[in-house]
């Protein structure tokens, strides 16, 4: 499929999600990290003319990333006037959150509650504006490896870029106009103060992944199926008790 033809059918199930739901949205609120994927989700919602609301949040996020969020949130509420930007600084938020809980220490659980209290402020901003929250997780790393926050980034309303893959999601950054800077970034989940990438985390590239995914004979496809495997939890839908009666 051509990217344009993508772009626009994206952008369609948008609109027409809007028109067809019973809550009728006055809004569209998304996180902007400064990846590829927020700014691609982003200038779709742009696109569809409807109100739309981004937020940058930074929490312990390292300057460079940060600036690329605010360098896409730059270009976009000057490329479309139907779009607002707010940011949020929330090392505060998070600090009296840790302290509060300092004898439940754990670093990784920590990172999970930075994405969770950003996820809590879009449904605020959303609920106040009668909007809805817009995922950005994309086919490998949201719904291929699993590689998100259950109830944090994971958490939202509507998700246009479930079914692309990374390479598409690239290729829908360049023909939307999204800065080279963001296009050529390392992917990050932007939870850790030390600017770690998503490669050093799942110790494969999505570039790889994506491969393996694709192909089961792909030399990776065994290490692409251990990480979706410990990552079930949160792809498959909550485990409930049902009884026959």
């Known amino acids: 499929m051509k990217v344009e033809e993508r772009s626009k059918i994206i952008e369609n199930w948008i609109d027409d ?13 998304i996180g902007v ?27 312990k996020q390292i300057k460079s990333q940060h600036d690329l969020s605010l360098l896409h949130a730059k270009w976009l509420t000057e490329k479309y006037k139907n779009v607002e930007h707010h940011l949020l600084e929330m090392d505060k ?24 209290l ?8 959303a609920a106040a504006n009668s909007g809805i929250v817009v995922g950005t997780g994309n086919k490998v790393e ?13 958490g939202v309303d509507i998700s246009p870029i479930a079914d692309c893959t990374k390479t598409q999601v690239w290729e829908l950054g360049k023909y939307l106009g999204v800065s080279q800077e963001i296009i050529e970034a390392s992917p990050t989940d932007g939870l850790w103060n030390d600017g770690r ?3 050093q985390q ?14 089961k004979n792909d030399p990776n496809y065994k290490k692409y199926l251990k990480i ?11 485990p409930v008790c049902k009884f026959d009666d």
Do not use: W
């Not at 999600?17 to 609120?29: D, E, G, Q, R």
């Not at 990290?33 to 929490?59: E, F, N, Q, Y």
């Not at 949201?142 to 994971?154: H, L, P, S």
């Open 17 to 29: 999600y809007c028109n067809n739901t019973s809550f009728k949205p006055k809004a569209l609120v």
């Open 33 to 59: 990290s400064g990846g590829i994927d927020s700014s691609v989700v982003s200038t779709l919602c742009a696109k569809t003319k409807r109100k739309t609301i981004i937020l940058t949040m930074p929490i």
């Open 93 to 116: 938020i998070f600090e009296s959150f840790s302290r509060s809980l300092n004898k439940f220490d754990n670093e990784h659980g920590f990172a999970n509650s930075r994405a969770r």
């Open 118 to 125: 950003r996820m809590a402020t879009l449904y605020q901003v």
């Open 142 to 154: 949201d719904f291929g490896v699993g590689f998100y926050t259950k109830y944090g980034d994971g």
């Open 197 to 199: 990438d998503d490669k």
């Open 202 to 215: 799942l110790g494969m590239s999505y570039e790889d992944l994506e491969k393996a995914m694709l192909n």
């Open 228 to 238: 979706r495997e410990k990552n079930l939890h949160k792809i498959n839908p909550i």
